[in-house]
C-alpha cells in the first residue's frame, strides 16, 4: 500500500507499507492503528486506487493479496487549497482537514 501526495506527512514520512488487509475498511483500521493521526483523514475520505482503478467510496471494495493499493487525497475541484478565501492555509486549520488534528502544520506565508 502506498500513500500519495501529503497523506505521508500522516505517518511520519511513511509512504510505503506491507498491510494484508482483505476489503479498504479493514485496510484503514490497520493503518489508522499504526499510525492514529491518519486515522480522521480516512474517515472523512480519501481516493482509493486498487489495481489501476480509482474509487471514491471504496469503503467495501475487495483487496486480493496481490494488489497494488494506492490512498489519494480526496479528488475535488475549485481553487488551489490554500489560496481560497477562509481555506485551512489562511485559517491556520490543519491543511488536510480543516481542523485542529495531530498532523496540524502551520499555515504557509
Not at 474509487?55 to 467495501?60: H, I, R, S, V, W
Not at 480543516?98 to 502544520?105: E, H, K, Q, T
Request: aromatic share 6%.
Amino acid at each position: 500500500m502506498v500513500l500519495i501526495g501529503n497523506l505521508a506527512q500522516l505517518t511520519g514520512g511513511v509512504a510505503e507499507f506491507q498491510i494484508s488487509a482483505t476489503s479498504v475498511k479493514h485496510l484503514f483500521q490497520q493503518l489508522a492503528e499504526l499510525h492514529p493521526a491518519i486515522g480522521p483523514h480516512l474517515d472523512e475520505g480519501v481516493a482509493v486506487a486498487i489495481d489501476g482503478q480509482i474509487y471514491q467510496d471504496a469503503l467495501f471494495e475487495p483487496i486480493a493479496p496481490d494488489s497494488e493499493v494506492f490512498l489519494l487525497p480526496q479528488i475535488a475541484g475549485g481553487a488551489p487549497a490554500g489560496r481560497r478565501e477562509g481555506s485551512a492555509y489562511l485559517s491556520g486549520r490543519c491543511p488536510w482537514c480543516s481542523r485542529a488534528c495531530p498532523a496540524r502544520r502551520p499555515p504557509r506565508p
